[in-house]
């Protein structure tokens, strides 16, 4: 077995939430994903779960992807975007002024994002017990199975494919849950069309 082989089968965890924290911590993935969120609104826990799924599940049908992204959006619209609001807000909206320590405003505000956290982790635990509910588990896939499910579904859920600048950030995200080249991402990607 290659060495890369033993580290695409080491990228994808069994456990939706570890494999999404390993994911976000490579190099460049936090940075796309706040490029997709911020502009595009995409949803990056239900984007690496279509991942992790095309791993783990194959290609999904269109109604549990459809079951999966109404979820997430109602998940995060009532607790994970507020929770994320008011972090943001308190990144700037401190003031010298007011008779709380700066140390204990920065305190607050670290609460705020382990909430944030905290409501990503269950989402996650919730899509994946929704998949895992309504698939069937697959066997070790090959490397370019689990891509092409994994982008079949990310094609199924979110609608990127006509903007460079999303589809770039995508394929970035790719390159690092699936130790593969953007290069070689893109010939399968438009090969399989």
């Not at 190099?27 to 826990?45: E, R």
């Not at 991942?51 to 997430?72: M, R, T």
Request: glycine share 4%.
């Amino acid at each position: 077995m290659l060495d890369s082989d033993i580290h695409f089968k080491k990228t994808i965890n069994d456990n939706l939430w570890v494999f999404a924290c390993e994911v976000y911590s490579r190099p460049t993935v936090d940075d796309a994903c706040l490029t997709l969120q911020d502009h595009y609104g995409v949803d990056i826990p239900l984007l690496l779960c279509c991942c992790w799924a095309g791993y783990h599940y194959g290609e999904l049908s269109p109604e549990l992807l459809q079951q999966a992204s109404s979820f997430s959006k109602g998940w995060s619209a009532n607790t994970t975007k507020p929770l994320r609001t008011i972090r943001r807000d308190m990144k700037t909206s401190y003031s010298q002024q007011w008779p709380v320590p700066d140390t204990d405003w920065a305190s607050l505000r670290a609460q705020v994002k382990n909430l944030e956290l905290a409501s990503e982790k269950l989402m996650l635990e919730g899509l994946s017990r929704l998949i895992s509910e309504h698939a069937k588990k697959h066997d070790e896939p090959s490397r370019q199975s689990a891509i092409l499910t994994a982008i079949a579904n990310i094609k199924n859920t979110f609608s990127l494919d006509k903007d460079e600048r999303a589809v770039d950030c995508v394929l970035g995200i790719l390159k690092q849950v699936f130790n593969e080249s953007k290069e070689d991402l893109k010939i399968l990607t438009s090969a399989n069309r």
